[in-house]
T-cell receptor, first 117, second 114 residues
Framework: AQTVTQSQPEMSVQEAETVTLSCTYDTSESDYYLFWYKQPPSRQMILVIRQEAYKQQNATENRFSVNFQKAAKSFSLKISDSQLGDAAMYFCAYRADSMEYGNKLVFGAGTILRVKS | NAGVTQTPKFQVLKTGQSMTLQCAQDMNHNSMYWYRQDPGMGLRLIYYSASEGTTDKGEVPNGYNVSRLNKREFSLRLESAAPSQTSVYFC?????????????FGPGTRLLVL
């Protein structure tokens, strides 16, 4: 069974600084997708960034980038120039590239990110 | 486009009562999902529907039933609520386009079972 582990329950960063959130996963699949979702206090789940396992290039979305290490099964999120609006719970998620699992997402437990002004 | 909508936003039930959580999407997506979110845990899949007319169990289906009423709507029913079902429930929908697929989430329903 696939599992996703986020070992940092909580992280803090100073405004304008850079922070990295960690995520590891376990799977026997070779093709899959990885995601980072942001959940602000409103509880809305917002997709931040996605990575296809077959792509070696790390995904980037503006101030958000990932460090995808397939062999190590690691998928960390880097937030540059942190802003107060980045404060939220961040979830790492995995999806197998197989209809056998119905495109379901497997989530980690989440990391609370606090941004200090 | 409203995206994914859920009703109600908040509900209090007594143990043994029943209720149905409603979810609708206006993005013409084939797949829909129900997750629950508990403190210290990520979202866990309860049931999903890959297409209209089909439903399948997810990771934590016990105590729940679902209905894919049509392509737009996917409801979650608690027949006899238990305190262990106190949680935040999220509905999501998705579509695979050109090999890419993203799940879009509703705002959640907060359920308290006393």
């Amino acid at each position: 069974a696939q599992t996703v582990t986020q070992s940092q329950p909580e992280m803090s960063v100073q405004e304008a600084e850079t922070v990295t959130l960690s995520c590891t996963y376990d799977t026997s699949e070779s093709d899959y997708y990885l995601f980072w979702y942001k959940q602000p206090p409103s509880r809305q789940m917002i997709l931040v960034i996605r990575q296809e396992a077959y792509k070696q290039q790390n995904a980037t979305e503006n101030r958000f980038s990932v460090n995808f290490q397939k062999a190590a099964k690691s998928f960390s999120l880097k937030i540059s120039d942190s802003q107060l609006g980045d404060a939220a719970m961040y979830f790492c998620a995995y999806r197998a590239d197989s209809m056998e699992y119905g495109n379901k997402l497997v989530f980690g437990a989440g990391t609370i990110l606090r941004v200090k002004s | 486009n409203a995206g994914v909508t859920q009703t109600p936003k908040f509900q209090v039930l007594k143990t043994g009562q029943s209720m149905t959580l409603q979810c609708a999407q206006d993005m013409n997506h084939n797949s829909m999902y129900w997750y629950r979110q508990d403190p210290g845990m990520g979202l866990r899949l309860i049931y999903y529907s890959a297409s209209e007319g089909t439903t399948d169990k997810g990771e934590v289906p016990n105590g729940y039933n679902v209905s894919r009423l049509n392509k737009r709507e996917f409801s979650l029913r608690l027949e006899s609520a238990a305190p262990s079902q106190t949680s935040v429930y999220f509905c999501a929908s998705s579509e695979v386009t050109g090999g890419e697929e993203t799940q879009y989430f509703g705002p959640g329903t907060r359920l308290l079972v006393l």
